[in-house]
């Protein structure tokens, strides 16, 4: 299965402890050079605003700044939020990405907005955005093939006409969106597995062929850390289980910190709860743990590829990982 199967990478450009937060945005770039020497299939950056813990809030400026560092690995959004912006806008920055970067720029597009009430009040945008979802994501598509109505004699230069592959980010309702627009579902984590199985039958069952996807195209995301013992690759994982149990517990979303520090922490009892809890779940372990376990990941969600998400404070290590990863998909082909 993973000889069939694309493997591609997701950067948020988290920041760490004690590294301003430009490093972040440094470090994408860097590993995204890394992905393409790996033989990763694509490479793609996120949206968050006013999230403390991550420096990656203008995805398609970031996006550029991959692309120009790397020449062949494809470049994309993992997602740009489409409640967050008028589709117009996407439409002539993804044109503009298109245009310098031809047959490699990746349109990943999410229905989420602000992390916090104050952050959708500064966005101008509200929860009942998002359930435009559908709504903007096709008039989005219209502005690029030229098929848009509600604008007459309105047209987004330079994208109109362009063949920019767009996905649908999903974690569950979504899928349907994806199908009824015959675009390509990109869906996480690998943790929820039932209900990410679900999502997927509703997708390939519900899906109707388009101009951009014939048929139904899955690619699953989630956590995958490899090292040399099972040990090691679980430390991996500390620091991003901290930064989310924090975040349940105080509201902010923390920076990186470095694993042997948070498990020296005393941790309340609530604490303690979402942290192990945040562990549990992630494809992690030896090569051969790792192997076997995306092997049943594959089969079990009949993915076309696997985006992988992993984030940790301890940078070497992450390449490290990615590095096994890729031998891993080497030794199977």
């Not at 009942?128 to 509600?150: C, H, K, N, S, V």
């Not at 956590?223 to 509201?251: D, F």
Request: charged letters at 25%; a negative charge.
């Amino acid at each position: 299965m993973i000889a069939s199967t694309r493997f591609s990478l997701l950067d948020r450009s988290r920041t760490r402890e004690g590294h301003e937060a430009s490093r972040a945005l440094r470090d994408t770039v860097d590993l995204a050079r890394e992905a393409e020497a790996l033989g990763f299939h694509r490479f793609w950056v996120s949206e968050h605003h006013g999230v403390p813990g991550v420096a990656g809030s203008a995805p398609t400026v970031l996006a550029a700044a991959v692309a120009a560092a790397t020449s062949t690995i494809r470049v994309g959004t993992g997602g740009v939020m489409l409640p967050n912006h008028r589709p117009l806008v996407v439409a002539e920055q993804f044109g503009v990405l298109a245009s310098l970067f031809p047959g490699r720029i990746d349109m990943g597009l999410g229905r989420s907005v602000g992390f916090t009430d104050g952050v959708r009040r500064a966005l101008g945008h509200g929860k009942e955005d998002a359930e435009d979802f559908p709504g903007r994501l096709a008039e989005l598509l219209g502005w690029i093939d030229g098929t848009q109505q509600a604008h007459p004699r309105v047209h987004a230069h330079p994208a109109e006409g362009l063949r920019i592959p767009a996905y649908v980010l999903a974690i569950g309702e979504g899928a349907s969106v994806a199908a009824a627009a015959g675009l390509p579902l990109v869906i996480g984590d690998l943790r929820g597995r039932e209900k990410v199985l679900r999502a997927i039958e509703v997708y390939r069952r519900d899906f109707r062929p388009s101009a951009r996807a014939e048929r139904p195209e899955v690619i699953v995301a989630g956590t995958v850390a490899a090292a040399a013992t099972e040990e090691a690759a679980r430390r991996l994982l500390v620091p991003e289980a901290w930064a989310m149990a924090y975040s349940r517990t105080h509201g902010d979303f923390p920076p990186l910190a470095p694993a042997e520090v948070i498990e020296r922490r005393t941790m309340t009892a609530k604490e303690r709860e979402l942290y192990e809890r945040g562990l549990d779940g992630h494809i992690h372990g030896t090569e051969e743990q790792v192997a076997e376990q995306l092997e049943r990941a594959i089969k079990e969600t009949g993915a076309d590829e696997v985006l992988v998400t992993t984030s940790t404070y301890d940078r070497e290590a992450l390449v490290d990982s990615l590095r096994r990863l890729a031998g891993i998909v080497q030794r199977a082909s």
